[in-house]
């Protein structure tokens, strides 16, 4: 553990920044991304997997206005480590930084290979950070195993108010071995919205300064202790400023977090 502090919501880039060449497209998530700094993020994760994701990002940081507070977070996700070092050095080229403060693993993908290069970048100060993830869920059993057998700084997984899996070790084993972690698919990939969103706000909800339901489970997320940051994604500045403004206000409790969980399983 370093005790570098990063804000807890951060931002994810899986479909909404994929949008190829279009300029229009392009210019609204430098608007989106703009928000995003102004109003107190840092953390920006994204993936070759992503499609165009990583160059529009790139797109995006040479138009802000000033040197925005960025923490780069991307991922390795190719088999073979020689085209895992290649792919990197595309992120770096696509992103326009020097370094990224954070490398993962995606999807655990050949971590073994990967893990060898990260670890060696990481001496030589190419990055700051090494991380594995997964989602959806899936692959706890080996999760466990890397997160145990190896000198990880960061873990990233699906965690959300109805995906509540990882509290079982995954929060557990992260907080014990002293590892950062970033927490995906807050929104359930929008469905969260889908479910409940029709639904009124508890009013209770404001003891914990929650104005909207994004910022309801934000807040349920990063109050877990062992979290370190939530990392959703939208394509629009006005969601942007309400998931934003989760940073900010009082944190619900234990108490608070049980009754938020029983509210939403009633609907």
């Known amino acids: ?35 995003f700094f102004e109003l107190g993020g840092a953390i920006v994760d994204s993936s070759p997997m992503y499609g165009s994701s990583q160059e529009v990002i790139g797109y995006c940081l040479e138009r802000m206005p000033e040197k925005p507070p960025l923490f780069s977070a991307t991922k390795v996700w190719t088999w073979l480590q020689a085209r895992g070092v290649e792919q990197m050095r595309e992120s770096l080229r696509l992103w326009g930084i020097e ?24 001496a030589e100060g190419r990055i700051r950070y090494t991380g594995v993830t997964t989602s959806h869920g899936r692959r706890h059993d080996e999760m466990v195993k890397v997160m145990t057998g190896q000198p990880l700084d960061f873990v990233q997984f699906t965690y959300n108010i109805l995906d509540r899996k990882a509290e079982r070790r995954l929060l557990p084993l992260a907080a014990e071995r002293g590892q950062a972690v970033i927490a995906n698919r807050p929104f359930r990939g929008g469905d969260l919205f889908d479910y409940f969103a029709r639904h009124t706000l508890p009013e209770w909800a404001g003891e914990c300064d929650c104005a909207n339901w994004a910022q309801f489970f934000l807040k349920f997320i990063v109050s877990h202790p062992a979290v370190t940051c939530a990392i959703p994604a939208t394509s629009r500045t006005d969601h942007m400023q309400e998931n934003m403004g989760a940073l900010y206000g009082r944190l619900p409790d234990r108490q608070m977090r049980e009754r938020m969980v029983r509210y939403v399983e009633s609907l």
């Open 99 to 122: 370094a990224f403060d954070l490398m993962q693993i995606h999807n655990l993908l050949d971590w073994e290979s990967h893990l060898e290069t990260l670890l060696a970048h990481k």
């Open 1 to 35: 553990m370093t005790g570098e502090q990063v804000p807890v919501i951060g931002m994810g880039s899986w479909i909404t920044f994929d949008v190829g060449r279009d300029k229009a497209l392009r210019d609204n998530r430098a608007k989106v991304l703009q928000a």
